[in-house]
């Protein structure tokens, strides 16, 4: 199946007499015949057990996502933060380190940079552009992982995922890739050799704005008997001496992060957001194209405006992240950033002068939104980190929504003339 057909037949398969559309099985629990079966299950997950950590709902949403990756099995979360958070602790106890690209989302950058290293988990950024050798000096031998993002929000750096891949797969740790932006409309980073992707469905997947969540996808691929993971070959004493890669062969890491990290922290979603998801992923290879070709409109429009400095969309042929997306991506997404002449007075001017976008905390939406990252997202950064993570203090995000073109130009040039 293509991705299309993927979006609307993979997860849920209707057979005789059962409802057409992927019910919401709102329930907790899971009734057994026998005090046995219950037990084996505490041996082996085959059922659904309890709802903090695997529910038939979700489970559809599950398989649809893992499908459009590429990848073998997946474990949607109650947050794309979760998502993140999970990947590495999966990877990751007190006393090891891992490697992450400096130009990522403001929220993972506080998560590995402060919370995590509460946790006694070293997070080592470093410049993602830096030729293979440099980012190879990172790694230390209690190194876990790496992570990076496809597009990068807001600093739209496009990832050479297969040049991170071979990095991290040069020191035996496998590379963590958080697709949000790009969604696998645009970019399957498991089939450039990531290993693990990460989504805030939140984002377009979603793109209604109804849910918060996120997913973890397992590519499947990685050798995790390479002796660098022993928690993946050893017995889990915390589940009954499983040992994940015998039990679960390639789709270890997912069983790993579900029967361990998600049964301890719980952060999974309810059916009725999985249902939610899943109404938006239905149309998401339709949207992710007019997302493309409204914001190079819009690209294109703000490149030629005098009033702006500086243009950041992948798209744009005199992006410096161009040749990468064209690699990568099928499309460029619907997120731009740009400076305005002027710096942050000006940009909060213009912001607060539009009148059909708005001005939130969102950003891959199915309506025009604008924030300024300086002053929200990132705010929490110094400045040597904002820097890192390519944001100007007069840097405008602007994620293109789905509105006619023409209404969401005619907003932006009378803000601007309006300046
Ligand atoms: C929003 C976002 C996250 C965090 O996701 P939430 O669903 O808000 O927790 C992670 N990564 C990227 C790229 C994001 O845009």
Same mark, same amino acid.
């Given at each position: 199946m293509r991705d299309e057909t993927k979006c609307l037949h993979e997860g849920y398969t209707p057979r005789n007499g059962e409802p057409g559309v992927m019910p919401i099985v709102q329930s907790t629990t899971y009734r057994f015949d026998s005090t046995e079966q219950i037990g084996d299950l505490f041996n082996l997950p085959v059922a659904h057990m309890y709802s903090r950590f695997s529910n038939p709902t979700v489970e559809c949403v599950e398989k649809k996502i893992a499908a459009l990756e590429g990848g073998v099995a997946a474990m949607c979360t109650s947050a794309g933060q979760a998502a993140s958070m999970l990947s590495v602790l999966n990877l990751c106890s007190e006393g090891d380190s891992f490697v992450s690209t400096a130009a990522i989302y403001g929220g993972t950058i506080n998560l590995f940079a402060v919370t995590l290293k509460k946790l006694g988990i070293e997070c080592i950024f470093v410049d993602?552009?830096?030729p293979a050798e440099e980012i190879s000096k990172a790694f230390k031998p209690n190194t876990r992982c790496m992570f990076t993002e496809t597009i990068a929000n807001p600093a739209l750096a496009v990832a050479d995922i297969e040049k991170l891949a071979s990095v991290a797969h040069s020191h035996g740790v496998p590379l963590i890739v958080d697709n949000t932006f790009a969604t696998p409309i645009l970019c399957k980073p498991i089939s450039f050799g990531a290993d693990i992707v990460v989504h805030s469905?939140?984002?377009?997947?979603?793109?209604?704005?109804l849910q918060v969540g996120g997913v973890i996808v397992d590519?499947?691929?990685?050798?995790?008997?390479?002796?660098?993971? *022993?928690e993946f070959t050893n017995p889990d004493e915390s589940y009954h001496g499983v040992v994940y890669t015998e039990s679960f062969g390639e789709a270890a890491y997912i069983a790993k992060a579900r029967m361990q990290l998600m049964r301890d922290i719980g952060a999974y979603p309810s059916a009725m957001s999985a249902f939610l998801l899943n109404l938006g992923l239905e149309t998401l290879p339709l949207r992710m194209e007019r997302y493309c070709s409204n914001a190079m409109a819009v690209a294109e429009y703000l490149s030629k405006c005098d009033k702006v400095a500086a243009v950041r969309y *992948?798209?744009?042929?005199?992006?410096?992240?161009h040749a990468l997306a064209a690699k990568y991506l099928k499309g460029a997404s619907g997120v731009i950033s740009f400076d305005i002449k002027g710096g942050k007075d000006t940009a909060v001017r213009f912001m607060d002068g539009l009148k059909l976008a708005s001005n939130e #905390?969102? #950003?891959?939406?199915i309506r025009t939104c604008v924030l300024h990252p300086a002053s929200a997202t990132h705010r929490q950064l110094t400045d040597e980190q904002l820097v890192a993570a390519g944001i100007n203090p007069g840097m405008i995000r602007l994620s293109v929504g789905l509105e006619h073109i023409e209404d969401i130009l005619e907003d932006i040039r009378g803000s601007m003339d309006r300046l």
């Open positions: 993602a552009d830096a469905t939140t984002k377009y997947m979603d793109g209604h704005a590519g499947g691929k990685f050798d995790w008997k390479n002796g660098n993971f *022993p *992948p798209g744009l042929e005199t992006d410096k992240y #905390v969102h #950003v891959a939406d």
